[in-house]
Structure formats: C-alpha cells, structure tokens
C-alpha cells in the first residue's frame, strides 16, 4: 500500500474551519483517498473519500491536488465534537480489503 | 440497529490464559475484521474475512485464531496470552469485500491487558 504523511498534531478555534493535510506522494492512478476519524475511547468512523474530484459531504470537505500527491479534508466549522485523531488513507480499486492506518493528525479544538 | 457490537469492554488476564472476543454485526455485511491498536498507534489488521466461510492473515495474525461463525457473527481466540497482545481490539465490518469505496464500520473495542 502506498503510504501518507500527515503532521502529528494540529489546533484550531471552535467554530472556525479546519484543514488537515496529507501527503501521498507515491498514489497510484487507481487508489482512493479515504479519511476516517477516531474520536476519544471509540472505533474509527468514516469521513470521506475520493478519487480525482473534489467531494462533499455532510461532514467534511477533500480536496485533492490535481496531481493527486496531496489532499486536504476540510471541516468548515469546527466544534468540539471534531476533536479526534484523523486517518488518510489509501486505497486499492480492487481487492482492498484492509484498512492501512498510519498514526494521523491528532486535532485539538479550543474553544 | 446495533452496528457492531463487541464482547466484553475489559477484560484482565494472566499470561498464558485464554480468552475469546466476540463481535457481532446486525448490518448484513459480507465482510468483518479484527484489528488492534496499541498505545498512540495507528489500528493494524490482525485477521479478516472477506465472506462466511473464508478467513485470512492481516499484518499481524501471530497469537491469534478465529473464526467466522457465521454471516453475523466473527470472533478472535488468544490462546496463550503474552503481555504483548495488550492492546485494544476493534472488530469491523463493511459490505462489498473488494471495492474502492469499502466503508468499514468499527465497534467499540474491546481493551485487554495481560499481566
């Protein structure tokens, strides 16, 4: 599986929008990018995911790079329930099985 | 509708016991997973099933069995605990085994330490 870069930790103010970035340099044309979040004491829970397009949803935003080598998930107001560990991920098209989770971007919302 | 629930939150045990995980999914999904995470870490794949009927290896299966009872339910079997399989343990599940767009549902963990 190709591999991401994501900071260790990032900060933010409550109600403000927050971009967390990931780089994945070595994506093949066929890997998707996911992101889950794992909140405190819980299981990871999906966010997003993409190929090529910029995607939204109810949760979040990704923005991916034109060359695919970065993406960003976007969360457009953040609240304190956003506070979590955040995975990007990526994946096969076909026979991807497994979820290959880094350490991720531990975010912290102040409020 | 439950998602993923597993079987028991804690549990202490002594090294060298055995013990069973139990995880259920009322989700009707093809496939389920095992996963753990040690402290500050990413989750990593212990086992997976990709169907009833089938299991294979994650990255890392030593220590561990299970097995896949049947389409609801998939447990995980220490057999002789080492104080290196401290860890939490979280069960997934997600419905098309093998597509890109593989949304997995966790349940809730299950956090083991062995003395």
């Known amino acids: 599986d190709a591999k991401t870069t994501q900071p260790n930790s990032m900060e933010s103010n409550e109600e403000e929008p927050v971009h967390l970035p990931c780089n994945h340099s070595t994506i093949s044309g066929t890997d998707y990018i996911h992101w889950y979040r794992q909140l405190p004491s819980q299981g990871p829970e999906y966010v997003i995911h993409?190929?090529?397009s910029n995607v939204n949803n109810r949760m979040a935003s990704l923005a991916i790079a034109e060359d695919r080598k970065s993406s960003t998930l976007i969360l457009h107001r953040a609240t304190l329930r956003d506070a979590a560990v955040y995975y990007c991920i990526l994946r096969a098209f076909q026979g991807a099985q497994k979820l290959v989770f880094g350490q991720g971007t531990r975010l912290t919302i102040n409020p | 509708n439950a998602g993923v629930t597993q079987t028991p939150k804690f549990q202490v045990l002594k090294t060298g016991q055995s013990m069973t995980l139990q995880c259920a999914q009322d989700?009707?999904?093809?496939?389920m997973y095992w996963y753990r995470q040690d402290p500050g870490m990413g989750l990593r794949l212990i086992y997976y099933?990709?169907?009833?009927?089938?299991?294979d290896k994650g990255e890392v299966p030593n220590g561990y069995n299970v097995s896949r009872l049947n389409k609801r339910e998939f447990s995980l079997r220490l057999e002789s605990a080492a104080p290196s399989q401290t860890s939490v343990y979280f069960c997934a599940s997600s419905d098309r085994p093998g597509a890109s767009y593989n949304e997995q549902f966790f349940g809730p963990g299950t956090r083991l330490t062995v003395l």
């Open positions: 099933s990709a169907s009833e009927g089938t299991t």
């Open positions: 993409g190929l090529t």
């Open positions: 989700m009707n999904h093809n496939s």
